[in-house]
């Protein structure tokens, strides 16, 4: 297992702001995408943005203009800025990457264990 560690969860008020992070770390070639999805209480979990080694990203439309994803390769981590948060924003952001281990083998997909947002006035 290639551990997906997350940071930078917790509590902030509607308009303010958090930065997550995600390292992966072990025996890793290289890692194709990396992401974070989200879900709230009750609901399922969705995209909420995506970015390929090359640097190209998607962002759920909820959160454009708001959230920024980017990603350091030579540290195999991934971060979420997120600005303006609002209260629809309160879930638990799991970290996604899909990963191989040796040049020939198939990328592999990994989760984190989730790291609590909560936007609460």
């Known amino acids: 297992q290639v551990p997906l560690v997350e940071s930078g969860g917790g509590l902030a008020q509607p308009g303010g702001s958090l930065r997550l992070s995600c390292a992966a770390s072990?025996?890793?070639?290289?890692?194709?995408?990396m992401g974070w999805y989200r879900q709230g209480t009750g609901k399922e979990r969705e995209l909420v943005a995506s970015?390929?080694?090359?640097?190209?990203?998607n962002y759920a439309d909820s959160v454009k203009g708001r959230f920024t994803i980017a990603r350091d390769n030579a540290k195999n981590t991934v971060y979420l800025q997120m600005n303006n948060l609002q209260l629809e924003d309160t879930a638990v952001y799991y970290c996604?990457?899909?990963?191989?281990?040796?040049?020939?083998?198939?990328?592999?997909?990994?989760w984190g264990k989730g790291t609590l947002v909560t936007v609460s006035s």
């Open positions: 996604n990457a899909e990963i191989n281990h040796s040049p020939y083998a198939q990328y592999i997909n990994y």
């Open positions: 072990g025996s890793i070639f290289s890692i194709n995408v």
């Open positions: 970015i390929y080694s090359g640097g190209s990203a």
